[in-house]
């Protein structure tokens, strides 16, 4: 059975990207550090890093191995938490992707105001995000559609529209009507998620843009942020930059022939007749925003 710290020490080593300075992170000799990769390495008959003279790098292998593990060091943390802390309060567990928790978190600070409990977000990818609910070690995620298990319910909560935008004083921030056509010759960055992503770099492409010119990042503030700072182009959900649009620092392109582009979210609870008051006022919420009439929480 794989040890959960020696998961944690390949953790840390992939996110240092060094022997040493996991060693100093974790207040180990670096002789320890080897000898626990080297074990984990044995156990699962594969290497997990390359040398090399800017450090370690993971294989193909430790990529694959790396989300499970950081699932593993996250869990057993809150484990511990959940042992320490006091009954008379809760800790409230949710999963989301990066990309969400902007918009969702204060929705469910909102929602959740009443309750006495400590409320703990953490990312993760739709696929874990289900994965931790129907275990157990998460309350409630929020995802996309994916496949999950059948003691899992996925319930529909918004629709994010994907759009075009700029900053201000970019050469195309005063055109009154564009096309994706025209996009070509700016660089863009492009979080390419959720309905109409594929057919939108489909166009790019059949332009043709170079492909310098086409930059996919992740998560979609990554490509807000190099719309505000960089001159790019960012295409990503409304919500990411609803208030940089708010205040004028970024405009929305008017492309015309932008495909209908939306990320749709959903609430993931587990499948069961009774669950706790929190989830079911969470749950009443998200039914609320879903049943209005742009099913949009960007706004709020």
Same mark, same amino acid.
């Given at each position: 059975? /794989?040890?959960?710290? *020696? ?37 699962? $008959? ?5 040398? !090399? !003279?800017?450090?370690?790098? #993971? =294989? ?5 191995? #790396? ?43 909102? +929602? #959740? ?5 400590? /409320? ?14 129907? &275990? $157990? ?8 559609? +994916?496949?999950?298990?059948? !003691? ?29 056509? *025209? ?7 492009? !979080? +390419?998620?959720? *309905? ?7 166009? #790019?492409? %059949? ?18 942020? /190099? ?12 919500? =990411?930059? %609803? ?18 582009? /939306? ?30 009439? &742009?099913?949009?929480?960007? $706004?709020?």
């Amino acid at each position: 059975m /794989l040890s959960t710290y *020696d998961l944690h020490v390949f953790a840390t080593i992939a996110e240092e990207g060094s022997f040493s300075r996991s060693a100093t992170r974790l207040h180990l000799a670096q002789p320890s550090i080897s000898d626990k990769v080297a074990r984990l390495e044995r156990q699962l $008959g594969t290497a997990l890093f390359v040398r !090399n !003279n800017r450090g370690v790098q #993971l =294989t193909g292998a430790g990529r694959r191995l #790396l989300p499970y593990a950081q699932r593993c060091v996250s869990l057993t943390e809150d484990a511990v938490r959940a042992v320490k802390a006091n009954d008379a309060e809760m800790t409230y567990r949710v999963l989301m992707h990066s990309s969400f928790a902007p918009t969702i978190m204060p929705f469910l600070i909102d +929602v #959740l105001a009443e309750f006495p409990l400590e /409320l703990s977000n953490n990312d993760a990818h739709s696929e874990h995000v289900v994965e931790a609910v129907a &275990d $157990g070690a998460a309350d409630i995620g929020f995802t996309i559609a +994916v496949p999950h298990p059948h !003691n899992v319910r996925l319930e529909p909560f918004y629709a994010d529209p994907v759009v075009c935008v700029a900053d201000c004083d970019h050469p195309l921030a005063e055109a009154r009507e564009l096309e994706v056509a *025209d996009l070509v010759g700016h660089t863009l960055a492009v !979080n +390419v998620w959720g *309905d109409g992503a594929d057919r939108f770099v489909e166009m #790019l492409r %059949s332009a043709p843009i170079a492909a310098t010119a086409l930059r996919p990042v992740s998560p979609a503030e990554t490509a807000a942020a /190099l719309a505000r700072h960089r001159g790019h182009i960012a295409v990503c959900t409304r919500s =990411t930059v %609803s208030l940089d649009l708010a205040d004028g620092r970024l405009v929305e392109l008017p492309v015309v022939d932008l495909p209908r582009w /939306l990320v749709r979210v959903f609430l993931v609870v587990r499948d069961e007749p009774a669950r706790d008051a929190p989830t079911e006022a969470v749950r009443a919420a998200v039914a609320e925003v879903y049943t209005s009439e &742009d099913s949009q929480l960007y $706004g709020r």
